[in-house]
């Protein structure tokens, strides 16, 4: 059975995912705790909805 690869989420390297690759998807300890750092810095944000003119949110009701 052919190992699935995939790329390293931080920093683009080539990952074969594998149960012995205990980072995956992370290519190494180094990038899976940059990763954490920027969650924990909260530097990832999901957008937020954009407004459509002359409508209001439920909570500014």
């Known amino acids: 059975m052919k190992q699935p690869?995939?790329?390293?989420?931080r920093c683009g390297r080539i990952v074969i995912w594998t149960n012995a690759n205990r980072y995956r998807?992370?290519?190494?300890?180094?990038?899976k705790m940059?990763?954490?750092g920027?969650?924990?810095?909260?530097?990832?944000?999901?957008p937020?909805?954009?407004k459509?003119?002359?409508e209001a949110l439920?909570?500014?009701e």
């Open 5 to 9: 690869v995939v790329n390293c989420p």
């Open 25 to 31: 998807p992370f290519c190494s300890e180094r990038c």
């Open 34 to 36: 940059i990763d954490l």
């Open 38 to 46: 920027e969650w924990a810095a909260e530097s990832y944000r999901i």
């Open 48 to 50: 937020e909805a954009e």
């Open 52 to 54: 459509q003119e002359g």
């Open 58 to 60: 439920k909570d500014e």
